[in-house]
């Protein structure tokens, strides 16, 4: 699902408006929160994309700057594929 979402914001950022606030407001609280490894894994994945794809063009500072101190939670996580 990740992939699909990112794909989308690299096809078709103009479009991401809905799917960013979305994400922000009903995913991002669910499972950043959340100590399933998989959801972890699926949270850090959109971030990189909306980073990546989206940028400050779309998203602006303070949601870059929320995306990445999602990012420094994970940096010493137990688990290699988290961090």
């Known amino acids: 699902m ?8 690299k096809t078709h950022p103009h479009l991401s408006a809905g ?4 994400i922000y407001q009903e995913v991002f609280p669910k ?4 100590n399933n ?3 972890i894994k699926m949270a850090l994945f959109l971030i990189c994309d909306m980073v990546e794809f989206l940028g400050l063009s779309y998203l602006g500072e303070g ?5 990445a101190e999602q990012l420094f939670r994970f940096i010493t ?3 290699a594929d988290i961090r």
């Open 77 to 79: 996580n137990k688990e």
């Open 63 to 67: 949601q870059i700057l929320h995306l």
């Open 19 to 22: 799917l960013i606030s979305q």
């Open 37 to 39: 490894e998989k959801r």
């Open 31 to 34: 499972i950043l929160n959340d």
């Open 2 to 9: 990740a992939e699909l979402i990112g794909g989308i914001f």
